[in-house]
């Protein structure tokens, strides 16, 4: 299958995602939660998705979710929780989540390769679980990241539902935060993709960004969801000791999960990634550390 072809399949398995979603927002039963309400119709375009990895037997049709759920989510919110257009807050998180979303579907959509490929990690997840692949496909690679993003989301709706006083001040903080992060992910991003056009077999990256952090991608998307927190926070001080939840939620994934199993990779594929190891930081950028002979 063509790559073209590829990202039509992709775009129309989006379509009726959302057009799912949408329905049962629009004429589905209610819960009268708005935040509830919306889950329900996020798991219901996840598993649109979900029938569509089983359909091709490629789970990365999922990839691109992670980004385009968010902004969705955000303006339905406002519109629905009532707050008119001159919330300044509201403005502020919606340009960070919107350029967030832009940016790395856009990356998303420069290394897609088409459904000849499906990433490596899925795979292996499915192998992992043995008979229960069915299980793994659907819980881990589409259900929980879904949950995930969903909770990272919550201080969003609490900031674009919440009228009243607000932190005026730490919402312009989150902000700049926020779009920091992107940039950050923005050129770690793209050196990679040079450096991957440029490689000799077996180089490792260690360059740029990637001189201060073996993850900053990853550093980058912490940080953004840490500033969605942040609105959160500045929307509803009281609440703060649950708000950064999802932040919480995607820095254990991060380090729990995704780096470990991205750098055991590494190490079978490229001996040397034990020197960038020994030299480079793991997660938090930082001068890299003098190896002593």
């Known amino acids: 299958m063509t790559r073209s072809a590829s990202f039509v399949r992709v775009c129309v398995a989006y379509v009726i995602a959302l057009v799912v979603a949408a329905s049962w927002l629009g004429w589905g039963p209610t819960t009268d939660v708005l935040w509830l309400d919306t889950l329900i119709a996020d798991v219901l375009a996840t598993l649109v998705i979900f029938g569509f990895s089983r359909r091709y037997r490629n789970s990365s049709f999922y990839d ?37 979303a832009v940016r790395l579907t856009v990356n998303w959509a420069l290394s897609f390769p088409g459904l000849h490929h499906e990433d490596w990690r899925y795979g292996m997840l499915r192998d992992q679980a043995g008979r229960f692949s069915f299980v793994a496909d659907l819980v881990a690679i589409h259900l929980i990241p879904t949950a995930q993003v969903f909770l990272g989301m919550i201080p969003v709706y609490v900031a674009v539902t919440t009228s009243g006083d607000n932190l005026l001040w730490l919402s312009g903080i989150a902000c700049a935060l926020g779009l920091s992060a992107v940039l950050l992910e923005l050129v770690a991003d793209g050196q990679m993709r040079r450096f991957v056009n440029d490689r000799s077999p077996g180089q490792t990256m260690d360059q740029g960004l990637w001189s201060w952090s073996r993850h900053p991608n990853y550093f980058g998307e912490f940080s953004f969801w840490f500033a969605l927190a942040l609105f959160g926070v500045a ?32 190490l079978q594929r490229r001996p040397g990634y034990q020197d960038v190891i020994d030299r480079v930081p793991r997660f938090v950028p930082r001068p890299p550390h003098k190896v002593t002979v």
Do not use: H, K, N
């Not at 902004?71 to 509201?90: K, N, V």
């Open 64 to 100: 691109a979710y992670w980004s385009v759920a968010p902004p969705l989510m955000l303006f339905y919110w406002w519109y629905a929780g009532g707050l008119g257009a001159d919330e300044i807050q509201c403005w502020l998180v919606s340009v960070v989540v919107v350029v967030w």
């Open 235 to 266: 929307a509803s001080p009281t609440d703060v000791w649950w708000l950064f939840a999802g932040a919480a939620a995607m820095l254990a994934m991060f380090l729990g999960a995704s780096i470990p199993m991205m750098e055991e990779r590494s």
